[in-house]
């Protein structure tokens, strides 16, 4: 069968604040290497691009205290179109369409919210335009958003049939110990199994436009493992590390984490 017959596998890539966002600002070099990246993987894999990001662009326009929540929402929305028109600039230097898809927790409560979701997705992917996904932040509420884009991320992968997550990060990885603490923590390269403790830690986001930290990442990837699918957490600043892995099968640094082990292996 030839390439232009076969199917492309699915992936979803999620890039956070912590990534995109510095002196509260959106770094474009970081917008521009992502865009680049995609387009590479887009030969050979459906890209959906999860992003964070609108929060911080609408800062750069209206300096509202982020702390009130409203305020916070009024900045999303603000924000959310000058990020996807940073996203429409840099993905047409390489001949790529962008669209926008805002979702929340409760679109992948319905069935048939859902199903209308990822009918829309497919659409576009099959018309080779890269779905940029956020959560919607202006008109969401507490009970039906999900507060991070990392356990966000995780839905879409699963209910919208991805065979990979990867989630870029401010960490090359999960790491056997507390490297703030431990020098000599070392990045596991395999995963397949997450202590409870691990799961109920309080979230320690390192950027102030962040929602999330390594809990909620490991939260996705609980969500993924228990469900028979994987995930791969690796550095969203040196993204040769994931153009090897995607592109070339080399895997020096990230977590794969794997599905999870039977309760027979466990002990």
């Known amino acids: 069968m030839s390439n232009c017959c076969q199917k492309k596998n699915r992936i979803v890539l999620k890039v956070g604040s912590s990534i995109l966002v510095e002196n509260e600002k959106v770094v474009l070099d970081r917008i521009q290497a992502l865009c680049k990246l995609i387009s590479d993987l887009s030969g050979k894999y459906e890209v959906i691009l999860v ?3 609108a929060v911080a662009a609408g800062y750069t326009e209206v300096a509202l205290d982020k702390t009130v929540i409203h305020n916070k929402h009024a900045l999303a929305s603000l924000g959310q179109p000058l990020l996807m028109h940073t996203y429409h600039e840099e993905f ?3 001949g ?3 669209a926008q898809l805002l979702l929340g927790s409760v679109d992948f409560d319905s069935r048939s919210r859902t199903e209308h979701a990822l009918a829309t997705l497919d659409v576009l992917l099959s018309n080779n335009v890269i779905p940029i996904v956020n959560e919607n932040d202006a008109t969401g509420t507490k009970n039906a958003m999900f507060g ?10 699963y209910y919208f049939k991805a065979d990979l997550l990867v989630i870029l ?8 110990s507390n490297p703030r603490d431990n020098p000599d923590a070392k990045v596991l390269k395999y995963v397949d199994y997450i202590p409870e403790e691990a799961l109920t830690e309080v979230a320690s986001p390192n950027n102030a436009f962040a929602t999330g930290g390594i809990v909620t990442k490991l939260k996705a990837a609980y969500f993924l493992m228990e469900r028979g699918s994987r995930m791969f957490l690796t550095s969203g600043f040196d993204l040769s590390l994931i153009r090897e892995y995607l592109l070339e099968g080399v895997h020096n640094k990230g977590t794969l984490f794997l599905p999870l082990r039977t309760i027979s292996m466990q002990v």
């Open 148 to 157: 991070d884009n990392d356990r966000m991320a995780a839905h879409v992968a």
């Open 96 to 98: 790529l369409r962008c």
């Open 92 to 94: 047409s230097k390489y």
């Open 169 to 176: 990060s401010d960490i090359e990885g999960y790491y056997d």
């Open 51 to 53: 992003s964070s990001g």
